[in-house]
């Protein structure tokens, strides 16, 4: 008898909840195209959603092809920090603003996963939430949360 790895069950379930997701942005709530030229709320979640499908399904692929590997203590303390600290993310995006929350997220979740590279962390944690904002604000109309105290982010 076969023994289902811990990777095949992460990527067996996220698998499950990207394909819900996505199925679920296709619901007429969302058929609006608001200032966004032409694109609705769902342009990026779409191209994420369908590249975590992908990518849960090659995890999914990969955890029934290797052996059965058990996760260890330290291993599962980072997962659930990382969660931690993701639902943490998420709920100061509303608080404090996309940007503001964002660089504090990308410098900390590399020290939380054992990257120590000060200088790199500190370049990527400024250098990627700008970019990402521009892109998302300037280039693709797409409004992200701002910040309370500032008016242009």
Avoid: C, Q
Wanted: proline content about 6%; charged content about 10%; aromatic content about 16%.
């Amino acid at each position: 008898m076969t023994r289902v790895s811990w990777t095949t069950v992460i990527g067996a379930v996220s698998l499950l909840v990207a394909a819900y997701l996505f199925y679920h942005t296709f619901d007429p709530v969302y058929d609006v195209s608001i200032v966004t030229a032409g694109r609705g709320p769902v342009f990026f979640p779409r191209i994420l959603l369908a590249l975590m499908l992908v990518l849960s399904l090659a995890v999914t692929i990969e955890g029934l092809r290797l052996p059965h590997r058990f996760f260890s203590g330290r291993t599962l303390l980072i997962v659930v920090s990382t969660i931690a600290l993701t639902g943490l993310y998420i709920g100061a995006i509303t608080a404090v603003g996309f940007l503001i929350a964002t660089v504090l997220y990308v410098f900390a979740l590399p020290f939380l996963l054992g990257y120590r590279n000060v200088p790199v962390i500190g370049a990527v944690a400024a250098i990627y939430p700008l970019t990402v904002w521009y892109l998302f604000d300037k280039v693709f109309l797409i409004i992200l949360p701002s910040s309370p105290w500032f008016d242009s982010f």
